[in-house]
């Protein structure tokens, strides 16, 4: 374990520091996202909420992909 007091050297995330503990291994793990640990963390949490898209409703699809084939149905018996 590693005692590190981070302060931002970005003006715009310029906010208090707090010395915490972080592991070795989680350290190495945010340098994969950025330069930095609270990049890296930062980067983590933007890519987290953009996997985190709300899931398709099946059912919603079913029923457009129904509507849409009988609709072509009906195109097709009346000659369009």
């Given at each position: 374990?590693?005692?590190?007091?981070?302060?931002?050297?970005?003006?715009?995330?310029?906010?208090?520091?707090?010395?915490?503990?972080?592991?070795?291994?989680a350290i190495e793990i945010?340098?994969?996202?950025?330069?930095?640990?609270?990049?890296?963390?930062?980067?983590?949490?933007?890519?987290?909420?953009?996997?985190?898209?709300?899931?398709?409703?099946?059912?919603?699809?079913?029923?457009?992909?129904?509507d849409c084939?009988?609709?072509?149905?009906?195109?097709?018996?009346?000659?369009?």
């Open positions: 374990m590693l005692h590190i007091n981070h302060q931002a050297s970005n003006i715009r995330y310029s906010m208090a520091t707090k010395v915490v503990r972080v592991s070795e291994d945010t340098g994969r996202y950025a330069k930095d640990i609270s990049e890296g963390i930062r980067m983590m949490q933007k890519l987290i909420e953009e996997k985190s898209t709300p899931q398709i409703d099946m059912k919603a699809l079913e029923k457009m992909m129904r084939i009988a609709e072509e149905f009906e195109n097709l018996q009346r000659g369009y």
